[in-house]
């Protein structure tokens, strides 16, 4: 057990050394002027962009879920979080093309680069995780897509931090915000 531990860590710190900071400032920057906070991703990726737009509302953000029935129409000023690993998730590619069409910003985070969802965004973060289990050396040991949703979970908690303490928010104002019907 402790082998396939060291395994994960060993390839999740290599995908988190390799994310390019440039574009990971850019993405606390679009995240501080968002009027409203969508996000969407699908199965084990959207699971993990859903906990980030939870941590959203912590600091105090409008955040609501791209594709749920309350979720208020996307306009000017809005920020879409938009996850796929392959980039090329139905669901997720349509909301950031009809986002980009209603006059709202986009950020993708996916593991390809050149993919339909980076295209549709104004911003596209490469979260350099392979896809695949690799044969040969190649790729990663863990089952697909795997590597890529724990890394974006550790990457995503990255932007909190530092939106915490860009914005000068505090671990007190967090705690108010949190779920007290649990």
Do not use: W
């Not at 009809?98 to 596209?124: D, E, F, I, N």
């Not at 915490?164 to 007190?172: D, H, N, T, V």
């Amino acid at each position: 057990m402790r082998a396939y531990r060291d395994i994960i860590l060993r390839e999740v710190s290599g995908v988190l050394d390799r994310i390019d900071e440039e574009r990971t400032r850019k993405f606390v920057q679009e995240v501080a002027r968002a009027k409203r906070i969508y996000i969407s991703g699908v199965g084990r990726s959207g699971l993990v962009v859903k906990a980030f737009g939870q941590r959203l509302m912590h600091l105090g953000f409008d955040v609501h879920l791209a594709d749920e029935i309350t979720a208020p129409g996307i306009r000017r000023g809005d920020l879409l979080v938009a996850c796929s690993g392959s980039g090329t998730t139905h669901l997720t590619v349509y909301m950031a093309r009809k986002a980009r069409r209603m006059g709202a910003r986009c950020v993708a985070l996916t593991a390809r680069a050149r993919s339909p969802l980076a295209s549709m965004a104004r911003l596209s973060v490469l979260i350099p995780a392979p896809l695949e289990h690799g044969k040969n050396g190649g790729g990663t040991r863990q089952p697909a897509r795997s590597l890529f949703e724990q890394a974006l979970f550790l990457y995503l908690d990255s932007i909190v931090l530092t939106a915490m303490q860009e914005l000068g928010i505090s671990e007190k104002r967090l705690a108010r915000r949190h779920a007290n019907l649990e």
